[in-house]
């Protein structure tokens, strides 16, 4: 059992930042594929940005709407992964939600079923 908490959701104003913090329980969290998903109001959730340290090294992926401004990172000695976003929009303003994946081993997946855990989420507003 995998339990994922994020922290570091906000209100804060449109060109500003933001960190995205998960804690994630687990002794074996380097091997986990650890996602980053979103859903604004009245919309469906969809994918932010994964990163696995897979055997041929790290593999990163990002949403080509936060392309160029999100950053993920990991922390394998405090089973944390962060998600930096930098000049945020009022789009960007939804909830946050942090995954892990078990199964996956080569790459990441944009996929919300390839990950088997989920953390309960952290609001991000973005004010124009």
């Known amino acids: 059992q995998v339990q994922l908490v994020e922290s570091g959701g906000g209100l804060v104003q449109a060109g500003g930042s933001l960190r995205l913090s998960c804690a994630a329980s687990g002794r074996t969290f380097t091997t986990y594929a650890m996602g980053w998903f979103r859903q604004a109001p009245g919309k469906e959730r969809e994918f932010v940005s994964a990163?696995?340290?897979?055997?041929?090294?790290?593999?990163?992926d990002y949403a080509d709407s936060v392309k160029g401004r999100f950053t993920i990172s990991r922390d394998n000695a405090k089973n944390t992964v962060y998600l930096q976003m930098n000049s945020l929009k009022s789009e960007d303003t939804a909830v946050y939600y942090c995954?892990?994946?078990?199964?996956?081993?080569?790459?990441?997946?944009?996929?919300?079923?390839?990950?088997?855990?989920w953390g309960p989420g952290t609001q991000v507003t973005v004010s124009s």
């Open positions: 995954a892990a994946s078990i199964g996956l081993r080569v790459g990441v997946s944009r996929l919300q079923n390839a990950y088997d855990y």
């Open positions: 990163s696995i340290n897979s055997w041929s090294g790290v593999k990163i």
